[in-house]
């Protein structure tokens, strides 16, 4: 039996995608310049996640958030004419908050959104759409994990090394799903300290509860060039 998708769901239309590629790729050590542009098998990664996306059905819209005007040039020959692109700022959160004004200020703003890095290449189309269904039912949705490794809280005042209970954190991913309207209010709200956040979800706690959705499927974020090798 073929597994049921979501390509004709009404709330398709109603909903806005945001790819994030306008970090640094600090972390990469210098031996990769932009990770979203490395190329895999006749692709750069970002179109990985981009094609993920794409393969559900008719979202509203799919907005590329990058970084500058060199980097978009590169980027646009992978991507769909129409494909928006939205310049970033200097933080993850003020790059988001560019791409929610940007939908904020058109005629018809979503009614929801799915954020999503760029560098999560493993995107599965299942865990997309449980995502999105989650996001109709309960407001917001977030992708997390179980933490099965041993925790440390270092203690470098003190000397002393700390062991937190795993079963009380979880590893949080995305696509993270929101109602778009609580979520431009949660940034609005907190423009003032927006470049303390490195997390949607965190931001949009501040107005509104959150709901996570925990499962095993695979979705790597790559943050190191020797993740590369494994791609």
């Not at 600090?26 to 094609?51: H, N, T, V, W």
């Not at 004004?101 to 759409?129: C, K």
Request: include cysteine.
């Amino acid at each position: 039996m073929a597994t049921p998708t979501i390509k004709s769901h009404p709330e398709l239309a109603q909903t806005a995608i945001l790819l994030l590629a306008a970090g640094s790729s600090q972390r990469m050590g210098g031996k990769i310049a932009d990770k979203c542009l490395f190329p895999l098998r006749g692709k750069i990664l970002l179109s990985y996640a981009y094609e993920a996306f794409q393969s559900i059905g008719n979202w509203q819209e799919i907005v590329i958030v990058y970084r500058d005007e060199a980097q978009q040039k590169l980027l646009a020959p992978y991507f769909s004419p129409a494909v928006t692109w939205v310049s970033g700022a200097t933080t993850r959160a003020l790059s988001v908050f560019n791409a929610l004004e940007y939908l904020h200020r058109q005629a018809t703003p979503p009614r929801w959104v799915l954020i999503h890095d760029g560098a999560r290449p493993y995107i599965a189309q299942e865990l997309i759409e449980k995502i999105f269904l989650e996001t109709l039912k309960k407001g917001s949705a977030i992708p997390a994990k179980e933490v099965t490794d041993t925790l440390v809280q270092k203690d470098s005042l003190q000397g002393i090394y700390h062991y937190p209970r795993r079963q009380d954190y979880l590893r949080v991913e995305t696509p993270q799903g929101f109602t778009f309207s609580l979520l431009y209010q949660a940034y609005r709200s907190q423009l003032h300290d927006l470049s303390s956040f490195t997390d949607d979800s965190a931001i949009y706690q501040t107005q509104s509860p959150l709901h996570f959705v925990v499962h095993p499927m695979r979705n790597d974020k790559i943050t190191f060039a020797e993740e590369l090798q494994y791609c």
